[in-house]
Nanobody, 126 residues
Framework: QVQVRESGGGLAQPGDSLVISCVTS????????MGWFRQAPGKEREFVAG????????NYADSVKGRFTVSRDNAKNTVLLQLNSLKPEDTAKYYC???????????????????WGQGTQVTVTS
């Protein structure tokens, strides 16, 4: 079992920056891709960013490419998502997820992630 817990988030204005964090615990040695997803009210959960086991590969949704940055510190079992140039359409609950599916790359499909956090809210409004 792997436990996933997010922190950070909150209220921001357009153009602001935020950092949200994710800490994993338990059997983390079996974790490969770590991913961030988000879900806005009335919408499906969507992939935002992901990072490979060794941190040498990342993948981003087109909507956040160039604005968000995902990073990983395996020694601390921590994954960060830096959110820059925030827009109102970034408002959503952000979920961190861990996948124990073997891959050298980054998984983007929600179904490939088997451990999820409770989510942290990011609200962007003027």
């Amino acid at each position: 079992q792997v436990q996933v817990r997010e922190s950070g988030g909150g209220l921001a204005q357009p153009g602001d920056s935020l950092v949200i964090s994710c800490v994993t615990s338990g059997r983390t040695s079996g974790v490969y891709t770590m991913g961030w997803f988000r879900q806005a009210p009335g919408k499906e959960r969507e992939f935002v960013a992901g990072i490979s086991r060794n941190g040498d590969a990342t993948n981003y949704a087109d909507s956040v490419k160039g604005r968000f940055t995902v990073s990983r510190d395996n020694a601390k079992n921590t994954v960060l998502l830096q959110l820059n140039s925030l827009k109102p359409e970034d408002t959503a609950k952000y979920y961190c997820a861990a996948s124990t599916v073997w891959t050298r790359g980054v998984l983007t499909m929600l179904e490939r992630y088997n451990y999820w956090g409770q989510g942290t809210q990011v609200t962007v409004t003027s």
